[in-house]
């Protein structure tokens, strides 16, 4: 296995469909509220890629080698759902937290992209997890430029997060992403630095760390697709598809209703 170093042409595909990707859940965000289905989310999303976009979900019927066909245009996962929870009949209540996972491709690229949504006043617990996942995401992005190693970016998410008092999942990962969904390197969410592969300029890959608010252990449901925090605590994630630089890196999943980086990026002297 290799990784893919993008050229030019593949990489004004990708911002696209990183920006389409992210466009989604803009799109997405107003009905994320009580009383909706995890199903009608998933109807919204997929119309709204297939007849405004002109994007298809790569979700849908996605198989990867082990898995039945992933049966929904995204995945949902509420509270003790680490990743990959399939849309269905679940109302969504008050105090819910629920990620959304977005995978567009257009014109053969795919954008992979998730935020957090808290259904009403989030708990003051379900919030901080979700802002510290949040930081262990752009700890990690900050750390991409060519030079860096891919353990840099594992080592600041696990620190961040084990500081908190969190746990990281080590199942799965962020993933190469170009022609193909899920490609060459992994992206581990734990580390140390100076570790694994070299950065080098025209990789993309994602950055999405999936964050225990117990232990890290994980359950998968019957469904085949469903994995659950075992001690059944809140799991929080967010996820990025980003391009490695000359200089440093450029979030390829952004949008007009992307939630600003945190003060310490935003803040960097350069
Ligand atoms: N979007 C997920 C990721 O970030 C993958 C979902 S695979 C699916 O890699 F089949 F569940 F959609
Ligand atoms: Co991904
Ligand atoms: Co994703």
């Not at 994007?55 to 995204?74: E, S, V």
């Not at 919030?127 to 700890?139: A, F, G, P, Q, S």
């Not at 022609?179 to 950065?199: A, C, I, M, N, S």
Request: charged share 20%; with cysteine; proline share 7%.
């Amino acid at each position: 296995m290799s990784i893919v170093i993008k050229d030019a042409t593949d990489i004004a595909g990708m911002r696209i469909a990183g920006r389409l990707a992210s466009e989604v859940l803009d799109y997405i965000t107003p009905f994320v509220v009580a009383g909706v289905t995890t199903g009608e989310l998933d109807r919204l999303c997929h119309e709204y890629m297939v007849n405004v976009q002109g994007t298809i979900p790569a979700p849908l019927n996605y198989c990867p080698p082990g898995y039945t066909p992933y049966p929904k245009a995204i995945c949902t996962s509420v509270n003790d759902v680490i990743c990959h929870g399939i849309p269905g009949d679940k109302v969504l209540k008050n105090e819910d937290v629920v990620n959304l996972d977005i995978t567009v491709i257009k014109d053969g690229y795919h954008g992979d992209t998730s935020r957090m949504f808290c259904i009403g006043t989030p708990k003051p617990f379900a919030k901080r997890l979700n802002d510290i996942t949040y930081e262990c995401m752009w700890l990690g992005i900050d750390q991409i430029k060519p030079g860096a190693h891919l353990g840099d970016i594992g080592f600041v998410i696990q620190q961040h997060a084990e500081k908190a008092g969190y746990s990281v999942v080590r199942e799965f990962c962020g993933h190469g992403i170009g022609k193909v969904f899920h490609e060459d390197p992994q992206v581990l969410h734990y580390g140390r630095p100076g570790t694994l592969t070299e950065l080098k300029e025209g990789m993309i890959f994602t950055v999405e760390p999936m964050i225990n608010a117990g232990r890290r252990e994980i359950k998968e449901m019957p469904d085949g697709w469903t994995i659950k925090t075992r001690d059944r605590k809140l799991s929080a994630q967010w996820e990025h598809t980003v391009l490695v630089t000359a200089t440093g890196y450029e979030v390829l999943t952004v949008s007009a209703g992307s939630p600003p980086p945190p003060d310490f990026i935003t803040n960097k002297s350069a």
